[in-house]
């Protein structure tokens, strides 16, 4: 069965700092990867996904950027983080033929 | 287009009292549908899934779905609630789970509250 490791749990950051939040995945090959947001009192928000190395696709436009260097590694990023950055970031993985399986989140509050 | 509403923001039960939970979607397809649940501060965890084949579901933790296809709709029950299911409840739909460009579109949640 699919793992997904991210971390850290918990984050806090001043504006304008850099950030970078890792998510990687255990047990299973060439999945589909996802960054999502769920800010306060807001359902989830997809930010990215990718189907595989180095392709990513941005659903909004925003501050962030995410990267796939490796088959099971996903990093969301920032060269300079904005209040309106803070929420709860989850990272999700999908393998063939199977549901959506996500990891603990990191709750990025920036000050 | 597909989407998906959770009827109920918040709903309240009693510890062992039967939960209620109600989703209805829109999809092109022959969808996917899930629930998942969430826990404060914790990533969502698969509770069940329906994929065109048993139109009644059953989950982990004692949670059933039943797939609608008339009423367009798939509730999530529990004959008795227990005080650790507390918790937010997300309704899914996908328009295809094989292909890779699928999309899934999440419900806004539903804030599930036991009381004892």
């Known amino acids: 069965s699919q793992t997904i490791h991210q971390w850290p749990a918990t984050l806090v950051q001043p504006v304008g700092s850099p950030l970078s939040l890792e998510c990687t995945v255990e047990?299973?090959?060439?999945?589909?990867l996802y960054w999502y947001r769920q800010a306060a009192g807001r359902g989830l928000q997809l930010l990215f996904y990718?189907?595989?190395?180095?392709?990513i696709s941005s659903e909004v436009p925003q501050n962030l950027s995410a990267s796939r260097p490796q088959d099971r590694q996903f990093i969301l990023s920032s060269k300079k983080l904005l209040l309106s950055d803070s929420g709860f970031y989850l990272c999700?993985?999908?393998?063939?033929?199977?549901?959506?399986?996500f990891g603990n989140g990191t709750r990025l509050t920036v000050t | 287009a597909q989407s998906v509403t959770q009827l109920d923001s918040h709903v309240s039960v009693s510890e062992g009292t039967p939960v209620l939970l109600r989703c209805n979607y829109s999809?092109?397809?022959?969808?996917?549908l899930f629930w998942y649940v969430q826990h404060p501060n914790k990533g969502l965890q698969l509770l069940l899934k329906?994929?065109?084949?048993?139109?009644l579901v059953k989950g982990i933790n004692g949670f059933e779905a039943e797939f609608k296809k008339s009423e367009t709709s798939f509730h999530l029950t529990k004959p008795s609630a227990h005080m650790s299911d507390a918790a937010e409840y997300f309704c899914?739909?996908?328009?295809?789970?094989?292909?890779?460009?699928?999309?899934?579109?999440f419900g806004k949640g539903t804030m599930l509250l036991v009381s004892p």
């Open positions: 047990g299973t090959s060439n999945p589909n």
């Open positions: 899914v739909v996908s328009d295809n789970l094989n292909s890779g460009y699928s999309t899934l579109t």
């Open positions: 329906y994929t065109s084949a048993a139109t």
């Open positions: 999700a993985c999908r393998g063939y033929n199977s549901p959506l399986h």
């Open positions: 990718s189907i595989g190395i180095d392709q």
């Open positions: 999809s092109s397809y022959s969808p996917s």
